[in-house]
């Protein structure tokens, strides 16, 4: 699956745009990321409407290199201080407003992030078949401080994807704030991009809740999805019964 | 005030000594001190005696138990509050949780030290959670008010109107192709199917904390054995977030997974309910007991248990009027605690169930029993911060706080009058 370049399909750095305050202010309460259970989402008015559209993204990486924090960081919730190992699958759930480029319509991505413990994966063999079931999109994590982890990307990539896998994928690199202790270079991330063709994005040190370091990720990420459907929407016939594409709530 | 540092858990191979981990405290015992704890206690199995418990006379106290001649747990605690019960309770639920997350196989027949110290880090979480209950409860005001870690019983909400959720929940539970079904509003249990409730007491609590997920996460699967249940084949606990701090749990074998119940079920049984999950996050802000009730304005927090049913409500007073309000929420739980662990070890003894490694004639607590053949039904005892009851009935045990302005002599009538009311009311 080929990257689309930042910006191309919807509007980037739009949560710093006027016109997305309404938008934003849905997924807020207190200042504070809003918490949303199962059976909620976000509410808009009827002048404003938004679909939502859903997708299941799984994060994979090495035990200890941040799939949790990174779920909490996406999501808004409070960062775990200490280190626990993950005892077997969890998921949360990211709303997230965009405005596509072309036609000015804004939606609502549901990004359903599938975090599982490392441990609990490799003793329990129905967790990553889990994890991957109707997978739309697989975020790979490498730690800065930890160069095994980014030697490993190659090999979890092999290992996870299948070759007939028509999936989102992206790198994500997390404890970028640690730089001074960083085992992986920005040639490396170059040399690494380029022959993957995947692009790599650096998250860490940012623990005010505020979007400035998630938006980035979030709209490489919806923006990829959208057009992993849309290219399958021109090649198949739109409505293919078994066709896991973007579920639509009204 | 009590501080999750003042109590610390130590785990080592129970044959060679060998540390495992420790967790609670800031700054972990130096290794030659765990290693004269260990001694000590290998000491004495040499010489056939068992040794289970020590005090020091400034309140210091060391617990020491060996599970399956595998493992041994020790707890060590600098702070005089800590009480004998309160460790032995860690203790316990501390091997409760290890069976629960790696299951007992894996900790009684011990191949590879290191494997098993890796693994036991999976335990960490729950473990640390335990740590903290009724200590430091200040910043996790989720957690005020649940006892099931010290009480055994299952921290419960009761709902006036339960019935619409018991179908739905039960409906939710076939759906998942299982038998075992709860919904948890803030950590207590609302509804559970009737094979939920067969469940060992000691295995809810731990479900019921482990199912506890904070606001945001939103759904998990975790591999979980029971203690007693099933402590060598593992299940699937599967908890959904329907609603913050409104969670319904499932027990599944390998099917359904959680995407499918996630995608296909959740939404389907549970959004026309909606409103009753709503209603009840809002009474449990006030109470877990039904909003009619209303009780005397002085009682200051209660503690009902339901002896058969090993169930147990947790309450907060009526809002005071008084300002400032004689004791913080925090300082009620607490106060409530050391109540609950006072009565049952001095007098309401029978609560505890004599086990092969403590028995219980253990003759330094027993000062009011010795040489009385009866059984105390009621105790009280007054603290410069405020005065606590308890009755105990054939079937109910109640713990109560009140305002140190109610006369002495009116606390009993205050008390049974209260179990009468609530008993009433809700046939708990």
Redesign the interface.
């Known amino acids: 699956m080929e990257c689309v370049a930042a910006g191309s399909i919807m509007v980037s750095d739009w949560h710093r745009s006027p016109d997305s305050r309404e938008f934003f202010r849905r997924i807020l309460h207190k200042k504070q990321r809003r918490k949303f259970g199962l059976l909620e989402a976000p509410v808009m008015p009827p002048h404003l409407k938004a679909d939502v559209v859903r997708y299941k993204v799984f994060l994979s990486g090495k035990s200890g290199v941040g799939k949790t924090t990174l779920a909490a960081r996406l999501g808004g919730l409070d960062m775990p201080n200490v280190h626990y190992e993950t005892t077997g699958m969890e998921t949360s759930v990211v709303f997230w407003p965009v405005k596509l480029r072309e036609s000015g319509r804004t939606l609502f991505f549901h990004f359903q992030l599938w975090d599982c413990g490392e441990n609990a994966m490799r003793r329990f063999d129905h967790m990553l078949p889990s994890c991957k079931e109707h997978v739309d999109a697989i975020l790979f994590l490498f730690s800065f401080t930890d160069r095994g982890s980014f030697e490993d990307l190659a090999n979890q990539i092999s290992q996870i994807m299948e070759p007939s896998d028509r999936l989102v994928r992206l790198v994500v690199g997390t404890k970028f704030d640690l730089f001074m202790h960083t085992d992986v270079t920005e040639r490396d991330i170059t040399r690494f991009q380029e022959v993957w063709g995947v692009p790599v994005f650096r998250v860490g040190g940012d623990v005010s809740g505020g979007f400035g370091e998630i938006a980035p990720l979030l709209n490489a990420l919806a923006e990829n999805l959208w057009h992993q459907d849309c290219m399958q929407a021109s090649t198949l016939v739109p409505s293919y019964p078994g066709q896991i594409g973007p579920e639509i709530i009204v | 005030m009590l501080h999750s540092q003042s109590v610390q858990l130590l785990c080592l191979t129970a044959s060679s000594g060998v540390p495992l981990f420790s967790r609670g405290s800031a700054k972990p015992l130096p290794f030659s001190i765990i290693g004269s704890l260990n001694g000590v206690h290998m000491f004495g199995m040499g010489h056939d005696a068992s040794l289970s418990c020590c005090e020091t006379d400034r309140g210091g106290r060391v617990l020491w138990r060996v599970f399956h001649d595998s493992l041994m747990l020790i707890g060590a605690s600098s702070n005089a509050e800590v009480s004998e019960l309160h460790l032995r309770r860690l203790l316990e639920n501390a091997w409760n949780c290890m069976v629960l997350?790696l299951g007992l196989d894996e900790l009684a027949n011990v191949r590879n030290v290191e494997r098993l110290k890796?693994?036991l880090?999976?335990?960490?979480?729950?473990i640390?959670m335990l740590l903290e209950r009724g200590v430091d409860d200040l910043d996790c005001d989720g957690d005020q008010g649940l006892m099931g870690d010290l009480t055994h019983c299952t921290d419960c909400i009761l709902l006036p109107q339960p019935d619409l959720l018991q179908e739905t929940l039960e409906s939710f539970t076939r759906a998942a192709e299982s038998e075992f079904g709860c919904l948890l509003v803030r950590g207590r249990l609302a509804v559970a199917t009737e094979k939920w409730w067969r469940l060992a007491p000691q295995e809810l609590i731990l479900l019921s904390a482990?199912a506890n997920?904070?606001?945001?996460?939103?759904?998990?699967?975790?591999?979980v054995f029971l203690p007693q249940g099933s402590p060598n084949v593992?299940l699937?606990?599967m908890c959904?977030?329907?609603?913050?701090g409104?969670i319904a749990c499932v027990l599944c074998g390998?099917k359904p997974?959680?995407?499918?119940v996630?995608n296909e079920q959740?939404?389907c049984f549970?959004?026309p309910v909606?409103d009753n999950?709503r209603s009840s996050l809002d009474q449990v802000e006030r109470s877990p007991l039904y909003p009619s009730i209303t009780f005397n304005r002085d009682v200051l927090c209660l503690l009902l248990i339901n002896r058969d049913s090993r169930k147990s409500v947790a309450s907060l007073g009526p809002t005071c009027s008084k300002s400032p309000p004689p004791l913080s929420p925090a300082r009620r739980w607490e106060i409530l605690r050391l109540f609950y662990t006072f009565a049952v070890t001095r007098y309401f003894t029978s609560e505890e169930t004599p086990n092969s490694w403590c028995p219980p004639s253990d003759p330094l607590h027993e000062e009011f029993s010795s040489g009385f053949t009866h059984l105390p039904v009621h105790c009280y005892l007054l603290t410069d911060e405020c005065k606590c009851y308890a009755v105990q009935t054939p079937q109910h045990q109640l713990f109560l706080l009140t305002d140190l302005s109610v006369p002495t002599f009116a606390l009993r009538s205050v008390a049974t009058h209260t179990l009468d009311v609530i008993t009433t009311a809700t046939g708990f």
Not at chain 2, 121 to 126: D, M
Not at chain 2, 240 to 244: A, G, I, S, T, Y
Not at chain 2, 257 to 260: A, I, P
């Open positions: 997350v890796r693994e880090r999976s335990c960490y979480r729950l640390d482990i997920l904070p606001p945001g996460k939103t759904s998990c699967d975790y591999p593992a699937r606990l959904f977030q329907l609603l913050p409104a390998p997974s959680l995407h499918q996630e959740v939404c549970w959004s909606v999950l």
